[in-house]
T-cell receptor, first 111, second 115 residues
Framework: SQKIEQNSEALNIQEGKTATLTCNYT??????LQWYRQDPGRGPVFLLL?????KEKRKERLKVTFDTTLKQSLFHITASQPADSATYLC??????????FGTGTRLLVSP | NAGVTQTPKFQVLKTGQSMTLQCAQD?????MYWYRQDPGMGLRLIYY???????DKGEVPNGYNVSRLNKREFSLRLESAAPSQTSVYFC??????????????FGDGTRLSIL
């Protein structure tokens, strides 16, 4: 069956370090993968989109990689700040203009 | 721009009651979506509308109906609410585009409790 896995345990890191979040999937062949940020009590906010033929995408302190062989995406936040504390969701396209979301990983950045 | 606006923000219903969740977007997007989010389950698609006049079922459509009233508005109706429908409901919109190539823009949700 199709499955998207994100680490359900919170990731705790110190300010200034690089946070790395993982999204693994099985039985999908997505052409696109998206990352969203969700703060408590708010809706998800789009961060980055990466295509299957792109190995890496960057936006300011954010970097996403997409390895279709490993069926994995890594999401990096460099020089992390307490304001980066949130839940981060990955989402895969299903081939029909619809997305399937992972359950998200909570990131806690301590000063 | 308000983006995606959902009303109400909170609602408590009794089992068997009906209600309609409203969603409107001001970004001129063709596609709109309804999700529910439950602890440990992530966002699950209930229904979506690829364009005005069309609607399709998502992963968990049972117990819900939708109406794409016009290009701006997409409503979700619970005809006979059940405790299992207690959840946070999110509406989203996106540009039309092949596969998952377009970012989705979300409202801030409706928190629905069914007693």
């Amino acid at each position: 069956s199709q499955k998207i896995e994100q680490n359900s345990e919170a990731l705790n890191i110190q300010e200034g370090k690089t946070a790395t979040l993982t999204c693994n999937y099985t039985n999908y062949s997505p052409a696109y993968l998206q990352w969203y940020r969700q703060d408590p009590g708010r809706g998800p906010v789009f961060l980055l989109l990466i295509r299957e033929n792109e190995k890496e995408k960057r936006k300011e302190r954010l970097k996403v990689t997409f390895d279709t062989t490993l069926k994995q995406s890594l999401f990096h936040i460099t020089a992390s700040q307490p304001a980066d504390s949130a839940t981060y969701l990955c989402a895969l396209d299903t081939g029909f203009q619809k997305l399937v979301f992972g359950t998200g990983t909570r990131l806690l950045v301590s000063p | 721009n308000a983006g995606v606006t959902q009303t109400p923000k909170f609602q408590v219903l009794k089992t068997g009651q009906s209600m309609t969740l409203q969603c409107a977007q001001d970004m001129n997007h063709n596609s709109m979506y309804w999700y529910r989010q439950d602890p440990g389950m992530g966002l699950r698609l209930i229904y979506y509308s690829a364009s005005e006049g069309t609607t399709d079922k998502g992963e968990v459509p049972n117990g819900y109906n939708v109406s794409r009233l016009n290009k701006r508005e997409f409503s979700l109706r619970l005809e006979s609410a059940a405790p299992s429908q207690t959840s946070v409901y999110f509406c989203a919109s996106s540009e039309a585009g092949g596969r998952g190539a377009q970012p989705q823009h979300f409202g801030d949700g409706t928190r629905l409790s069914i007693l």
